[in-house]
T-cell receptor, first 112, second 116 residues
Framework: KQEVTQIPAALSVPEGENLVLNCSFT??????LQWFRQDPGKGLTSLLL?????REQTSGRLNASLDKSSGRSTLYIAASQPGDSATYLC???????????FGQGTTLQVKP | KAGVTQTPRYLIKTRGQQVTLSCSPI?????VSWYQQTPGQGLQFLFE???????NKGNFPGRFSGRQFSNSRSEMNVSTLELGDSALYLC???????????????FGPGTRLLVL
């Protein structure tokens, strides 16, 4: 059974810092891995999607990497801003079930 | 282009009642997926519909059901509500469809259901 874990559960950093969020999954049989952002009381916004054959994706200040063999992904945020404060969710699509399986998320607070 | 819309945004029901939630996908999107989000269990996949057919289903009891109409709008129904059904229910759409999550999904704001 695929399980997705995100560490840490919460993170507080001063504005301007570069930071890394971690995601691990137990079964390497995945179609892709996605990173989402969720603001309080709102739905999810897709940030980056990495296909299983890819190693990384970049969008602006965000860079996500994927190491399928070790079951790990990282989301790197450069030069963090207060507007980056949100919950970041990692999810994988299992090749066996086709279902999107989410981690519990990392709640990020960026202090001005 | 308008995003995914969900109605109602908030809902209060009592145990034993039933509820229907609605989701309108982005115009042109044919795949609609539903998720339940709770503090304890996190985000869990409920089901996915494509061209009016349920293509994939999560591990939820039969009290949870859904359907999709010819215009791709989808409804989700929960019968005989229990306290544990209190959650944020999120709908997501994607363009071409394929198994849910194989392409970028666009989420609606969710419907927050409180069961008393």
């Amino acid at each position: 059974k695929q399980e997705v874990t995100q560490i840490p559960a919460a993170l507080s950093v001063p504005e301007g810092e570069n930071l890394v969020l971690n995601c691990s999954f137990t079964d390497s049989a995945i179609y892709n891995l996605q990173w989402f952002r969720q603001d309080p009381g709102k739905g999810l916004t897709s940030l980056l999607l990495i296909q299983s054959s890819q190693r990384e994706q970049t969008s602006g200040r965000l860079n996500a990497s994927l190491d399928k063999s070790s079951g790990r992904s990282t989301l790197y945020i450069a030069a963090s801003q207060p507007g980056d404060s949100a919950t970041y969710l990692c999810a994988v699509v299992s090749s066996n079930t086709g279902k999107l399986i989410f981690g519990q998320g990392t709640t990020l607070q960026v202090k001005p | 282009k308008a995003g995914v819309t969900q109605t109602p945004r908030y809902l209060i029901k009592t145990r034993g009642q039933q509820v229907t939630l609605s989701c309108s996908p982005i115009s042109g999107h044919r795949s609609v997926s539903w998720y339940q989000q709770t503090p304890g269990q996190g985000l869990q996949f409920l089901f996915e519909y494509f061209s009016e057919t349920q293509r994939n289903k999560g591990n939820f009891p039969g009290r949870f059901s859904g359907r999709q109409f010819s215009n791709s709008r989808s409804e989700m129904n929960v019968s005989t509500l229990e306290l544990g059904d209190s959650a944020l229910y999120l709908c997501a759409s994607s363009a071409v469809g394929g198994l849910a999550g194989q392409e970028t999904q666009y989420f609606g704001p969710g419907t927050r259901l409180l069961v008393l």
